[in-house]
């Protein structure tokens, strides 16, 4: 017999654990599942936030490390630095900061489990099956709604045809965590190097006692070598060189929209609906709206018994009608025209056009 339960969230990183606490905050019975035996555990990601974020969703101190005033931008050929008189991004770290979301969703009355395994949805019986990979138990769960967060090899595209496809174009980001207690740095750095990467980019982003340097892009570009290449940048970097790997992380991202966000009973938040900038392959803030907004239609589909995917097409429609959704259709179609640039004339522009985004960004900080 199948466990049956209100709402089953797939992932526990930000997306799934905002999902689940506004669903749970409504008083509705939600089960979240994660796969590895801590939240963010082997997230690939470079923790800077935007800094307004800690307002919008109530971040405590005790998870925030460096509040960034300045913003790096090395072409290679040109250098400039954005300095601020207020801070511009915070940096954190994913192993405190995913599971503080997820705490936060059990204090509301979800149910977290750790270190599980989805192997299987079955959509025409609305049911999952999960293997408990402590205890090596199998065991069924049902739901009315089920919400996949389970990042760009989302579940949801194989079993429901909604979502992002893995298989289709995928980029790549790695990171290693560098260790420096009472390190100086106060400075968020994105390098480009486009003549051995001409689509992505290097970061160091500090936080308190480390250094988060990392680096994205293309698959079929970067092969298997972009463990090397991170090495090889590590090294030419002398105040870096010599510091100890603490933590190593990779994963896939995205690298375009899904065109279904929804079906008959479930819904794709996050990097399963492909919501990450295409420019700077950040996707926090983007996943975690679309969290906010399938939790909503969640809600109004349990208050009305009403699970169908006409129903739950209020996701996707409300999803359309955002500024963040028609931003990701600018920044698409301004990476999509980088791409075709380079092909057609072998000279990459990617790093031309993240200096305009900066400026831009920079004006608007300053004037408006």
Sequence with gaps: ????????????????????YEIAKAGYDVVLLERYQTPGELNSCGGGLGHFLIKKFDLP????????????LDLGWMQKTYRADEPIYVSVKRTEFDPFLAERAVKMGAQLRLFQRVDDYDPFHKRLKVKDRATGEHYDLTAKIVIFADGARTMAWPNCRIGVDPKRDPAVGVAFELGWPGNPLDTFEFLFREHELPYGYYWVFPTNDTLNVGMGGPVKQLGGRIGEMLHEFIDSR???????????????????????????GVMVVGDAGGFVNPLTGG?????????????????EALQQNDFSCAFLSRYTSRIKRTPFYAGLKVFH??????????????????????????????????RL
């Design 1 to 20: 017999m199948a466990e049956a339960h209100d709402v089953i969230v797939v992932g526990a990183g930000p997306c799934g654990s905002t999902a689940a």
């Design 61 to 72: 101190e005790h998870i925030l490390h460096k509040r960034v005033r300045s913003v790096k």
């Design 238 to 264: 002398p105040e870096l060189k010599d510091l100890p790997i603490v933590r190593k992380s990779s994963g896939l991202i995205p690298t375009y929209v899904a065109s279904q966000l929804h079906g008959d």
């Design 283 to 299: 996707g926090i803030y983007l996943g975690m709206i679309s969290a906010q907004i399938a939790a909503g239609v969640a809600r």
């Design 333 to 366: 179609a301004v990476v999509g025209y980088s791409q075709a640039h380079l092909q057609r004339t072998g000279k990459p522009v990617l790093g031309k056009i993240f200096k305009l985004y900066s400026d831009i960004g920079d004006f608007a900080l300053r």
